[in-house]
């Protein structure tokens, strides 16, 4: 009995590790799973503009777009020669946009007087979901990218965290905290220890890191003079901690950056823009099992310049789908100054 007992033992041990094995977590996402997924999140259809400033001389940028009570907001970030605030706006049906005022403004005497660019924090990550957004501990929370220098991303730019009550009104967020992650760190790494840019956090339910939040970031550093994407992670909002030591994604060259995450299956979708590894700026995408490792596309842009108002960039994504549409807001620049457009899976001009 003994024996077979043993047998059974050795032979479930086996199944384990064989399941162990064979997990695709670590795995490269297959070239045919790759084009799906390009397949189902393109947007050839370009929609036009959606966001403009009223004062020209004033640039619009980094849209996050969330849902609540049945009412679509965008956070979005305006550079007037000062630096970055960032600006909250509501639309009904995703293509006529109102804005609602400031919710970042400058300070004085502060760690980030002159810049403060936010993105909005835990938004429900399901492709097709409902794209809500967390409160966690009573709070709606957003990174930003924070600085005292006046200028455009001017001096040394640091990841910071704000907090607020509401997540609907043009309120003020509380931004009374130390930064998160400066290049002035002691754990900074070779490729983020000059400056760090824009943030994404989300909520990793399945806790493949260990952690359940996740931060993606791009930064460059003073021999990598070039920007790349780094992940951080947290356990509670507050603390964060640099996770691995090298990029998730780069290309040696130019930029990839402003990462957004959905998950489409078992498989997440990290959409990111790059810039002047070839000419121009570009949409991209990379896919992963595990938040962690993640296979690059090789393709098409999966969105490029075509137009007029997006002929110089088109680049800094946020993408969803609603309603069996894929919606593609990304920053344009062009005979329209810097603006945010839409293109769509679909032909919503006709």
Not at 93 to 115: M, R, Y
Not at 203 to 209: A, I, L, N, V
Not at 210 to 237: C, L, Q, R, W
Not at 266 to 278: E, H, N, Q
Request: aromatic content about 14%.
């Amino acid at each position: 009995m003994k024996n077979i007992l043993l047998l059974v033992a050795v032979a479930a041990i086996s199944l384990i590790g064989c399941n162990q094995i064979n997990t695709p977590l670590n795995k490269v996402v297959p070239q045919v799973e790759m084009e799906k997924i390009f397949n189902e999140i393109k947007t050839p259809f370009k929609y036009g503009v959606v966001v403009q400033h009223p004062d020209s001389t004033k640039m619009v940028d980094s849209p996050t777009i969330f849902r609540k009570n049945d009412i679509w907001y965008m956070t979005y970030i305006v550079f007037d020669g000062q630096g970055y605030e960032t600006w909250l706006s509501e639309s009904d049906d995703l293509l006529n946009w109102e804005s609602k005022g400031k919710i970042l403004s400058f300070t004085e005497n502060t760690w980030d007087a002159n810049q403060k660019a936010g993105y909005v924090s835990l938004i429900n990550t399901d492709w097709g979901g409902d794209y809500t957004v967390e409160n966690y501990q009573d709070k709606y929370w957003m990174t930003y990218l924070g600085g005292n220098t006046a200028g455009y991303e001017s001096g040394t730019l640091k990841i910071g965290l704000a907090n607020s009550t509401s997540l609907t009104e043009a309120d003020e967020w509380n931004t009374n905290n130390p930064p998160l992650l400066s290049p002035e760190d002691e754990d900074v790494r070779w490729f983020e220890n000059k400056t760090i840019y824009k943030s994404l956090v989300i909520r990793d339910s399945s806790k493949h890191t260990g952690h359940p939040f996740v931060m993606y970031y791009n930064a460059k550093g003073d021999t990598a003079n070039y920007e790349s994407i780094a992940m951080a992670v947290s356990d509670d909002m507050v603390r964060w901690k640099r996770y691995g030591e090298n990029p998730v994604i780069t290309r040696g060259k130019g930029i990839c950056g402003d990462a957004q995450i959905a998950k489409i299956g078992d498989i997440y979708v990290m959409f990111y823009f790059g810039a002047f590894w070839k000419p121009g700026a570009f949409e991209r995408f990379a896919c992963s099992y595990n938040l962690i490792n993640w296979t690059d596309w090789e393709g098409e842009d999966l969105l490029a310049s075509s137009e007029e108002y997006d002929k110089k960039y088109a680049h800094k994504p946020w993408v969803i789908k609603w309603n069996g549409v894929v919606y593609h807001f990304y920053n344009a620049v062009g005979n329209s100054g810097r603006v945010i457009a839409l293109a769509t899976s679909k032909d919503l001009t006709k």
